[in-house]
Antibody, heavy 124, light 108 residues
Framework: EVQLVESGGGLVQPGGSLRLSCAASGFTFSSYEMNWVRQAPGKGLEWVSY????????YYADSVKGRFTISRDNAKNSLYLQMNSLRAEDTAVYYC?????????????????WGKGTTVTVSS | DIQMTQSPSSLSASVGDRVTITCRASQSISSYLNWYQQKPGKAPKLLIYAASSLQSGVPSRFSGSGSGTDFTLTISSLQPEDFATYYCQQSYSTPIFTFGPGTKVDIK
């Protein structure tokens, strides 16, 4: 079964740090680009970060740039998100999501596999 | 940056109704538009990609259309399990993505 399982969430004080993990199974993890997407309580979805299959290309949303670091270990089938200088507005459920594509004269990318999410609460 | 809007923000409908949700991009995104369904406490689920391609396993009552800046998601006959929030997402600027604010579909 294709599966993503996030872990590492919890309660942290403002200015603190947390490292999220996402364990992949049921597919060849090293062949897929991956993302982190978050959802604040009662709010919509916000893309956070992207990493290429090799880990050589990385992008961040402006809201987390300079504070969050995405990484992966293909030997361990795992994706990570190191979160530093956390703020109250980073409180959210964090999902990891696999990026796939379809081809019809062009490549169309979409997030087809999602984990169940891990909750991060930033509060004093 | 590409901004996405959706309308309506919420709607009430009955089982069997035809439901249409609109998504608009701030610039032309060709057909680089995906639709997701999210139920409370659950992860999003991919419904439609490339504006009109149905993801494997998704019921055929779901359909998508549009290109450029204007897109629609249609549920031809609303079922009890379809009450959820629906999000559009642009993939034109891959690997930087933007989601719409969501449309909540609830029971009339």
């Amino acid at each position: 079964e294709v599966q993503l399982v996030e872990s590492g969430g919890g309660l942290v004080q403002p200015g603190g740090s947390l490292r999220l993990s996402c364990a992949a199974s049921g597919f060849t993890f090293s062949s897929y680009e991956m993302n982190w997407v978050r959802q604040a309580p009662g709010k919509g979805l916000e893309w956070v970060s992207y990493i290429s299959s090799s880990g050589s290309t990385i992008y961040y949303a402006d809201s987390v740039k300079g504070r969050f670091t995405i990484s992966r270990d293909n030997a361990k089938n795992s994706l990570y998100l190191q979160m530093n200088s956390l703020r109250a507005e980073d409180t959210a459920v964090y999902y990891c999501a696999r990026l796939s594509y379809g081809y019809n004269e062009n490549y169309y990318y979409y997030m087809d596999v999602w984990g169940k999410g891990t909750t991060v609460t930033v509060s004093s | 940056d590409i901004q996405m809007t959706q309308s309506p923000s919420s709607l009430s409908a009955s089982v069997g109704d035809r439901v249409t949700i609109t998504c608009r991009a701030s610039q032309s995104i060709s057909s680089y538009l995906n639709w997701y369904q999210q139920k409370p406490g659950k992860a999003p689920k991919l419904l439609i990609y490339a504006a009109s391609s149905l993801q494997s396993g998704v019921p055929s009552r779901f359909s998508g259309s549009g290109s450029g800046t204007d897109f629609t998601l249609t549920i031809s006959s609303l079922q009890p399990e379809d009450f959820a929030t629906y999000y559009c997402q642009q993939s034109y600027s891959t690997p930087i993505f933007t989601f719409g604010p969501g449309t909540k579909v609830d029971i009339k």
